[in-house]
């Protein structure tokens, strides 16, 4: 089963560091978020395999609670 990785809190999507098939371990940066003019990392939360990626770099007005990312 995927594990979905969600965005935290509103704000807008700053970089994205991964892409489909990249392997990731536990805790590495899976993207960066800006929020009020300060950065907001999200590390994955298991050793996988990224699946799919459902935000872009300087993607305007996410939403807390969105899943962005797909990890196997």
Do not use: R, Y
């Not at 978020?33 to 459902?54: A, C, D, F, L």
């Amino acid at each position: 089963m995927a594990t979905e990785v969600k965005t935290t809190v509103p704000g807008n999507i700053w970089k994205v560091l991964v892409k489909v098939g990249d392997i990731v371990k536990k805790d590495d940066d899976l993207f960066i978020m800006e929020v009020m003019k300060t950065e907001v990392h999200h590390n994955s939360p298991i050793n996988g395999t990224v699946i799919e990626v459902n935000i872009v770099n300087d993607q305007e007005a996410v939403d807390p609670g969105t899943i962005a990312i797909l990890i196997e």
